[in-house]
């Protein structure tokens, strides 16, 4: 029983060094750079040892994405953890994804670029879900101080200002945004304040 214990934190393990291979090759040089062979050779094990975990390079991509769709979903319930008013909670979870993107560039590239998965449908990762479950409940916290929540389509709401966060946050990470880092933190806060103040006026 020990040994296969073993056996199975050891396979772990190396899987884990299998990702963490990808994502540094993709923050020196890019996610198209990244192929199986590369990840080989950083970990020195053989390209065909690799196949043992992932069947390819799609492959190892998915499963960063899911990694990338849980570890954000935990920091926004961080940022939802502490009690405060609605349009306080929906701004640090602004911010919390805002952090998120900047600290793991690489992966919310992928969360965010890999062809084939589907968003919106049965076929959604999970861990895809309840991150948009979490960015969700942010946004109805403020909705529901104006509204009754049935006469609202809430999940059209949550779109609008996630595709208001993901704008900042691309435009961002391309250089596309006029001054430093602190300038665009005050735009993502900024952007939270105005949907708040505009779900108020409109739902009155």
Do not use: C
């Not at 884990?16 to 198209?32: C, K, N, P, V």
């Not at 969700?136 to 779109?159: G, K, P």
């Amino acid at each position: 029983m020990a040994s296969k214990e073993r056996r199975e934190r050891e396979r772990a393990e190396l899987r884990q060094q299998i990702l963490l291979a990808a994502r540094e090759i993709a923050s020196q040089e890019g996610w198209q750079a990244v192929t199986v062979r590369k990840v080989a050779e950083r970990i020195e094990y053989s390209h065909a040892a690799i196949y043992a975990y992932f069947d390819n390079k799609k492959a190892i991509l998915f499963a960063l994405l899911i990694e990338g769709f849980a570890l954000l979903r935990d920091e926004l319930r961080r940022a939802q953890s502490v009690p405060d008013a609605p349009e306080v909670v929906l701004q640090r979870t602004a911010l919390a994804y805002w952090n998120f993107a900047h600290t793991h560039p690489e992966l919310y590239q992928v969360m965010n670029g890999l062809d084939g998965v589907p968003f919106g449908t049965a076929q959604t990762p999970t861990e895809a879900r309840e991150s948009f479950a979490q960015l969700r409940d942010a946004v109805a916290r403020v909705l529901e101080q104006s509204a009754d929540l049935s006469r609202i389509d809430v999940n059209r709401e949550v779109d609008m200002f996630w595709a208001a966060l993901h704008g900042l946050v691309s435009l961002s990470m391309a250089g596309r945004l006029a001054g430093d880092k602190q300038r665009a933190t005050e735009l993502v806060v900024s952007t939270s304040e105005r949907f708040s103040a505009a779900w108020r006026t409109k739902f009155q």
